[in-house]
């Protein structure tokens, strides 16, 4: 399955020896029924702290109810640092927002950030992403 939503167009065109020719053009959507798309900072610094915005969308025809999960992890280790969760409620063909507080450890130069999206009915959607952290200016 795609990490994005996307619309891929296909064309086609063919000529025969005695020079006729024709041609397709075709769109195909590649979609999963719920994704997420977390938004994070190009840059921390070790100590930090930020809000950190994540986009749930919802790809289908009818509503639905989200339940997500925020967690901050230490890739190393894999120790889960921090976690959130709220249950999101998205329109048939929307998107909804939903945050959290990113402190920067000072102890760690990288951090891990997921994001998991499920329903009771469609497959969960997930979203890791590594964040290097800065030392602060001296």
């Known amino acids: 399955m795609p990490d994005a939503n996307a619309?891929?167009?296909?064309?086609?065109?063919?000529?025969?020896?005695?020079?006729?020719?024709?041609?397709?053009?075709?769109?195909?959507?590649?979609?999963?029924p719920v994704m997420v798309k977390p938004n994070l900072p190009r840059f921390l610094r070790r100590g930090d702290s930020a809000t950190v915005l994540s986009s749930v969308m919802n790809a289908?025809?009818?509503a639905v109810t989200a339940d997500v999960a925020i967690e901050i992890f230490d890739p190393m280790s894999g120790r889960v640092i921090s976690s959130s969760s709220c249950a999101v409620e998205l329109a048939a063909g929307s998107?909804?927002?939903v945050g959290c507080t990113l402190d920067a450890p000072?102890?760690?130069?990288?951090?891990?950030?997921?994001?998991?999206?499920?329903?009771?009915?469609?497959?969960?959607a997930s979203r890791p992403s590594c964040l290097c952290l800065k030392p602060p200016p001296r």
């Open 60 to 62: 289908t025809d009818s």
């Open 7 to 32: 619309t891929w167009a296909l064309q086609a065109i063919a000529f025969t020896n005695d020079m006729r020719c024709s041609s397709l053009s075709a769109s195909v959507v590649a979609a999963k």
């Open 106 to 124: 000072a102890d760690l130069t990288m951090i891990g950030f997921r994001v998991k999206a499920s329903t009771h009915s469609l497959p969960t």
């Open 95 to 97: 998107t909804s927002e």
